[in-house]
């Protein structure tokens, strides 16, 4: 984490601090949220549209916190710890993680993708860490907010750092990664995520392209070769020309691809089309991680690491969260991939779910968001292709999840259908068939929260 005197943090946002204190302390860390506040800690309150940071100062004093950032136009700056005067907190959080970053000897690989980019940023990692000290995005830190603290976050004597960037917005890749300042740039995929702030999926991958505008010089932009419109993207993409491009994917037009691949409940085992590398094992699911891993691999050969190395660290990766997490319950086998949803992420999850070997097999989705006036034939669309998958029951939650299960019954012989409004009349239906051999499918958007039915399942 970022060790530094007060008088730098001044000096570097150009603030002023108010108060009679020892400038020369130091501060160890920085952070954004009260509840995780250490002890000499530089907290930096955030105003958002519900929540002002500024008003849980008591807290993070009682922490041990010994200095915070404050805006200008907040009333009551505290007393009791040092106060750095500035516009805007957010900008001095960002402001500071890049005078951090280019204190830094660390390399750091940035990562983005409409799909794809956590996992590929813990297999990244994972590789990574067989041979350097490694850091990398915590959870979902991978936003305007949670770069520049997941920079902030990395220790000085880290040696490579994996950081992942989300985008809902053009600009907000070109924003981040000059912050980031990638050494390696990846992206894993582009498709109609957050389509609604977008003209077409075109305009999506031309936002996602913007990453390579903070590669370094001689830096290297790893992309999935197989998709035609990204392929398009670069040729039309000016970039720096010292950067060097790679490719990965199932074409053998691609630096590195896809030669073999088997999949069973403990994971995935696939070779690739260089000679040196032996077969690789992850204990993950999904033939797109193999694709993911792909990537990595590239991003690792790039940093000096050789197959033997790549092939350990493989089995060193510290997956995130609510991503294809298999959790048993009683007799019920549950596959939680609730993080998000969108088509894309929909297939490869009932890809997956197409292993597992039940009496009953029962798939749950909730709405998925950001679809506009496309959202009830994107919804229909999915529930016509369940017609492609082994299910015995369809559960659906939310008020466009509806069309899923319309799509469902036109298309597809799934015995039950049965649509709820909300997770907890769900969660309350499931119940029953924690008695049973049965598996289950949970996968919707964010905001749904369905990781709720999961843990609601574990207290009985």
Same mark, same amino acid.
């Given at each position: ?28 860390? @920085? ?10 800690? &530089? ?7 519900? =929540? ?20 200008? %136009? ?15 907190? @957010? ?21 983005? %993708? ?38 902030? $976050?990395?220790?000085?004597? =880290?040696?490579?750092? @994996? ?16 912050? =980031? ?19 077409? @999926? ?6 996602? &392209? ?17 998709? /035609? ?19 990965? %994917?199932?074409?053998? $037009? ?20 260089? /000679? ?6 992850? /204990?993950? +699911? %999904?033939?797109?991680? $193999? ?6 691999? +590239? ?55 197409? +292993? ?9 989705? #909730? ?19 369940? $017609? ?9 939650? #939310? ?62």
């Amino acid at each position: 984490m970022i060790k530094i005197k007060v008088n730098e943090i001044v000096e570097i946002l150009n603030a002023e601090c108010i108060g009679n204190w020892d400038l020369n302390i130091y501060i160890n860390g @920085v952070s954004i949220d009260s509840r995780k506040t250490e002890r000499n800690n &530089l907290f930096i309150p955030i105003k958002g549209a519900t =929540v002002n940071g500024h008003s849980y100062i008591n807290d993070v004093i009682n922490n041990g916190a010994v200095a915070t950032l404050w805006n200008k %136009g907040e009333p009551n700056p505290p007393k009791d710890i040092a106060v750095i005067l500035v516009e805007d907190t @957010v900008k001095g959080l960002q402001d500071l993680a890049t005078a951090y970053r280019n204190k830094l000897n660390a390399k750091i690989v940035g990562i983005t %993708g409409s799909n794809g980019k956590t996992s590929t940023k813990d297999i990244t990692a994972g590789i990574l860490s067989q041979k350097f000290k490694t850091g990398k995005t915590l959870g979902n830190y991978n936003s305007e907010i949670g770069v520049p603290y997941t920079l902030l $976050s990395l220790d000085e004597d =880290v040696e490579i750092a @994996v950081i992942e960037m989300g985008m809902e917005r053009k600009g907000e890749i070109d924003f981040l990664t000059k912050i =980031v300042q990638p050494d390696i740039g990846i992206i894993t995929s582009v498709g109609p995520v957050h389509i609604d702030n977008f003209n077409s @999926v075109y305009d999506i991958a031309k936002a996602k &392209l913007e990453i390579v505008n903070g590669i370094k010089d001689n830096g290297l932009f790893i992309y999935f070769g197989d998709d /035609e419109l990204i392929q398009k993207t670069v040729e039309e993409t000016q970039m720096n020309k010292s950067i060097r491009k790679e490719t990965f %994917g199932t074409k053998i $037009s691609n630096t590195l691809y896809l030669k073999e691949f088997n999949e069973d409940v403990d994971g995935i085992t696939f070779k690739i089309s260089d /000679e040196e590398c032996e077969e690789l094992h992850i /204990e993950m +699911l %999904g033939k797109h991680q $193999s694709l993911n891993a792909l990537a990595a691999i +590239l991003a690792a050969k790039e940093c000096g690491m050789n197959y033997n190395e790549i092939k350990e660290g493989l089995l060193r990766i510290e997956k995130t969260g609510l991503r294809n997490e298999v959790i048993k319950i009683k007799q019920c086998t549950i596959l939680n991939d609730c993080y998000k949803s969108n088509p894309v992420s929909i297939k490869a999850a009932l890809d997956i779910f197409e +292993l597992f070997q039940s009496n009953r097999k029962i798939v749950i989705l #909730g709405d998925m968001l950001g679809y506009r006036e496309m959202s009830h034939d994107v919804h229909y669309n999915v529930g016509k292709d369940l $017609s492609l998958y082994n299910i015995d029951e369809l559960i659906t939650i #939310g008020q466009e999840a509806k069309f899923i299960a319309k799509g469902a019954n036109d298309n597809a012989n799934i015995k039950l259908i049965k649509q709820f409004d909300t997770k907890e009349e769900a969660t309350e239906y499931l119940k029953k068939y924690l008695n049973e051999n049965c598996s289950m499918l949970i996968k919707g958007s964010r905001f749904l929260k369905l990781e709720y039915i999961v843990n609601k399942l574990k207290e009985i």
